[in-house]
Nanobody
């Protein structure tokens, strides 16, 4: 059974940094696509970044230049380095994995438990 296990988050002040991780267990083969999504209060879930097995990356416009997504294929681990955090980044962050990189949550079959990131205003 596949599990995506995420690191913990928590509160952080605006301008500070935080790094999230997500490790896939119970699956012998690497996923083609791993991604980060986030969902803020009263908002729909939105993609933050996607990365395929070859390292091709896409970011949502609001995080370009501030966030960096990476993956360690040998460890089936996904990372999200978040720099210069803003109050608008406050959300529950979810790791996702699937066979296709897209901005649609429905394209990802496996999900982490979520990590709350709260950026003070």
């Amino acid at each position: 059974q596949v599990h995506l296990v995420q690191s913990t988050g928590g509160p952080v002040q605006a301008g500070e940094s935080m790094k999230l991780s997500c490790r896939a267990t119970g699956y012998g083969n690497k996923f083609y696509c791993m991604a980060w999504f986030r969902q803020a209060e009263g908002k729909e879930r939105e993609v933050v970044a996607t990365i395929d097995t070859d390292g091709k990356i896409y970011y949502v416009d609001s995080v370009k230049g501030r966030f960096t997504v990476s993956r360690d294929n040998a460890k089936n681990t996904l990372y999200l380095q978040m720099n210069n955090l803003k109050p608008e980044d406050t959300a529950m962050y979810y790791c996702a994995a699937g066979g296709r990189c897209s901005w649609l949550p429905a394209d990802y079959a496996y999900w982490g438990q979520g990590t709350q990131v709260t950026v003070s205003s």
